[in-house]
């Protein structure tokens, strides 16, 4: 049972181009969940789905950022016209289930996503 | 507004040595997550907890409802065990929403 896949690992972008990461949760997990660490600061929840929903994206820049995560594919994590500040690492994580029921379900996380805009 | 603290910030340590590492959230949290972050920055849940104890090998934590406190403990310290410490809080069990503390940096050296 493969982890959490995220692609590319590592993308570089010039000022103003688009930014897409990808993210196949585990097998069976139907929520996707994404975060953004930027450099020297600790993680920062952004988005919450599942499939075709968007449930929760308080953490999400209001601008230039968008989430889907279709019936079919991957979680995508779109940037437009990226600007320096958008250079961080970007989580994706996943889990069955929502563990509101304090079952003690856990979360798995991808290995990142490193976007650097120069 | 949730809010938590870690601390320490960093930690060095020998191998062997008992470790303990602590996070203190605001009110509104009530479910905690630790998180283990390697040097190649892949990120691992280790433990949720809502109340008491749990333990996974050497791992062990808790949560002081009361005191809205948690630590996380590693017995018999291993240098493979040197990664980032993440605890993270939110209103319910699952992910979202969750606020993450700073983190602690945890070196053992053999």
């Known amino acids: 049972n493969a982890g959490v896949m995220q692609n590319p690992r590592h993308l570089v972008r010039r000022r103003g181009q688009e930014a897409r990461l990808r993210c196949s949760p585990m097998?069976?997990?139907?929520?996707v969940y994404w975060y953004r660490q930027l450099p020297e600061e600790g993680l920062k929840f952004m988005v919450y789905?599942?499939?075709?929903?968007?449930?929760?994206e308080s953490g999400m820049p209001k601008e230039r950022f968008s989430a889907e995560f279709p019936k079919e594919g991957p979680s995508i994590l779109r940037i437009q016209q990226v600007v320096r500040g958008d250079s961080a690492a970007y989580f994706c994580?996943?889990?069955?289930?929502?563990?509101?029921?304090?079952?003690?379900?856990?979360?798995?996380f991808g290995e990142g996503s490193w976007l650097t805009v120069v | 507004k949730n809010e938590v603290e870690q601390s320490p910030q960093n930690l060095t340590a020998q191998e062997g040595e008992f470790i303990t590492i602590n996070c203190s959230y605001s009110?509104?949290?009530?479910?905690l997550h630790w998180l283990q972050q390697h040097p190649g920055g892949g990120i691992v849940s280790l433990f949720m907890?809502?109340?008491g104890k749990k333990k996974h090998g050497r791992l062990i934590a808790t949560i002081n409802i009361q005191e809205k406190h948690s630590s996380l403990h590693i017995t018999a310290s291993h240098p493979r065990d040197s990664a980032v410490y993440i605890c993270?809080?939110?209103?319910?069990?699952?992910?979202?929403?969750?606020?993450f503390g700073k983190g602690t940096h945890l070196i053992i050296q053999p």
């Open positions: 789905l599942q499939k075709e929903n968007i449930i929760d």
């Open positions: 097998k069976g997990h139907s929520h």
């Open positions: 994580a996943s889990s069955p289930n929502l563990a509101g029921d304090y079952s003690g379900n856990t979360i798995y």
């Open positions: 907890l809502s109340s």
């Open positions: 009110v509104g949290i009530s479910a």
């Open positions: 993270a809080g939110n209103s319910g069990g699952g992910a979202d929403g969750l606020t």
